[in-house]
T-cell receptor, first 113, second 114 residues
């Protein structure tokens, strides 16, 4: 199946710092999405990207859909304690009327007090 | 705000037993999904369901698994004969639109197989 690799695997940063993480795939996706998962919760959608090259913001979060359609990155500016969690990229394939969302390996973000 | 609800939050079962995990999707959503997450690992697709039938399923979703929408509100995942490796968090999700990837997830049901 499809593999989406995220880097870094984990990040330890101080409050106020900017964060950058990315996601790469060997295959092309039509849509890239970023989800966040907090402990004991299901993933929550942060940003959806529908066109290659698209750059989209949601508050302090900015994400881009790579030109090759095989990668995406997520930036978080001026991190705050509630940004802690695991960030997953996800790629959507649509074939013959079916759809399948594949999640990446995740980037765990920890904020050091 | 509408949400996806799942029960039970945690189930412990013996290997070989049948398990049913229940989900109530958001009421105006038409597309339903089950995903699983083994502890510390990524979220894996199991199955998608629309118009009372399976749209797509993964290699994980073998003959031991089945899904059903028994009434207008519930969406269930059944594992017929559980194995140790079925221990995971199972997430139900629903979506209003197709081909967007914009899923709303429940809080999950943790399954522990002993």
């Amino acid at each position: 199946g499809q593999q989406l690799n995220q880097s870094p695997q984990s990040m330890f940063i101080q409050e106020g710092e900017d964060v950058s993480m990315n996601c790469t795939s060997s295959s092309i996706f039509n849509t890239w999405l970023w989800y966040k998962q907090e402990p004991g919760e299901g993933p929550v959608l942060l940003i959806a990207l529908y066109k290659a090259g698209e750059l989209t913001s949601n508050g302090r979060l900015t994400a881009q859909f790579g030109i090759t359609r095989k990668d995406s990155f997520l930036n978080i500016s001026a991190s705050i304690p509630s940004d802690v969690g695991i960030y997953f990229c996800a790629g959507l394939e649509t074939n013959f009327g079916n759809e399948k969302l594949t999640f990446g390996t995740g980037t765990r973000l920890t904020i050091i007090p | 705000e509408p949400e996806v609800t799942q029960t039970p939050s945690h189930q412990v079962t013996q290997m070989g037993q049948e398990v049913i995990l229940r989900c109530v999707p958001i009421s105006n959503h038409l597309y339903f999904y089950w995903y699983r997450q083994i502890l510390g690992q990524k979220v894996e697709f199991l199955v998608s369901f629309y118009n009372n039938e399976i749209s797509e399923k993964s290699e994980i979703f073998d003959d031991q698994f089945s899904v059903e929408r028994p009434d207008g509100s519930n969406f269930t995942l059944k594992i017929r004969s559980t194995k140790l490796e079925d221990s995971a968090m199972y997430f139900c999700a629903s979506s209003e639109k197709r081909f967007t990837g914009e899923l709303f997830f429940g809080e999950g049901s943790r399954l522990t197989v002993l």
